[in-house]
């Protein structure tokens, strides 16, 4: 091969090693939002079923004998 065909194909993969790269760290910091995003609504969700939870207990209170 001649050395400048070599060089052309380590330029060409170079660029792809780099967008790899940058995709890959996008990615991860879109999914650690994501998921601290779903974690706060999890918690939300928790906080409101307990509140329910404890209704429904009061109101079974209330029908017992």
Partial sequence: MEPNAI?????GQ???AALFIWL???YQKESREREER???IVDSQAERLEKI???????????RP
């Fill in 38 to 40: 779903l974690m706060s």
């Fill in 14 to 16: 170079g660029v792809f």
């Fill in 53 to 63: 939870s404890q209704t429904l207990e009061k109101i079974a209170d209330d029908f």
């Fill in 7 to 11: 060089i052309e194909l380590v330029m």
């Fill in 24 to 26: 890959f760290f996008t």
